[in-house]
T-cell receptor, first 107, second 115 residues
Framework: RKEVEQDPGPFNVPEGATVAFNCTYSNSASQSFFWYRQDCRKEPKLLMSVYSSGNEDGRFTAQLNRASQYISLLIRDSKLSDSATYLC????????FGKGTSLLVTP | EPEVTQTPSHQVTQMGQEVILRCVPI?????FYWYRQILGQKVEFLVSFYNNEISEKSEIFDDQFSVERPDGSNFTLKIRSTKLEDSAMYFCASSPILGDTGELFFGEGSRLTVL
């Protein structure tokens, strides 16, 4: 069973749209969760950490539901520059990456 | 802004050859990692390194792989006898604290192509 599962997409949305990504994780012992962003053929970069209380960073909101082992990322007012692959990540002795959800924001 | 640097950016090698990928982590970081990403696949953990020794490794990190911190700045990944399936992007990462409670800073990667 995969540690972290995501819908691969792609999600094609127009500029200004709101888009939501979901992710599930299998290891109930995981303590920390993150969303990373990866541009094509580039390195992953941390977008935001995810907390049970939910956290917001500008247009981005992340939420964790430990009971359902479910993580979400909401992007409001999508920009062209948001086009990338979004990686859901859980922690163990190392970071466990999902395969990523591809987002394309179109003009 | 401090960054993790990796060399080479791209290496092409013949199957069976030895390859060394080099990384210079961020200077005040204590934890170092190698991850790999096969084209179209997820980022996979290989090994973590702390206090001059391996702290964790995955099942991918078999006897063909080794890591070293030969001096105070470099962190290397060696593949002794490359196989076709070793073709991937190899990312080095570093962290000031243990990865599961902090951000990992990744280098731009070294693309390895095994022919």
């Amino acid at each position: 069973r995969k540690e972290v599962e995501q819908d691969p997409g792609p999600f094609n949305v127009p500029e200004g749209a709101t888009v939501a990504f979901n992710c599930t994780y299998s290891n109930s012992a995981s303590q920390s969760f993150f969303w990373y962003r990866q541009d094509c053929r580039k390195e992953p970069k941390l977008l935001m950490s995810v907390y049970s209380s939910g956290n917001e960073d500008g247009r981005f909101t992340a939420q964790l539901n430990r009971a359902s082992q479910y993580i979400s990322l909401l992007i409001r007012d999508s920009k062209l520059s948001d086009s990338a692959t979004y990686l859901c990540v859980s922690s163990g002795y190392a970071l466990n990456f999902g395969k990523g959800t591809s987002l394309l924001v179109t003009p | 802004e401090p960054e993790v640097t990796q060399t080479p950016s791209h290496q092409v090698t013949q199957m069976g050859q030895e390859v060394i990928l080099r990384c210079v982590p961020i200077s005040n970081h204590l934890y170092f990692y190698w991850y790999r990403q096969i084209l179209g696949q997820k980022v996979e953990f290989l090994v973590s390194f702390y206090n001059n020794e391996i702290s964790e490794k995955s099942e991918i990190f078999d006897d063909q792989f080794s890591v070293e911190r030969p001096d105070g700045s470099n962190f290397t990944l060696k593949i002794r006898s490359t196989k076709l399936e070793d073709s991937a992007m190899y990312f080095c990462a570093s962290s000031p604290i243990l990865g599961d409670t902090g951000e990992l800073f990744f280098g731009e990667g070294s693309r390895l192509t095994v022919l």
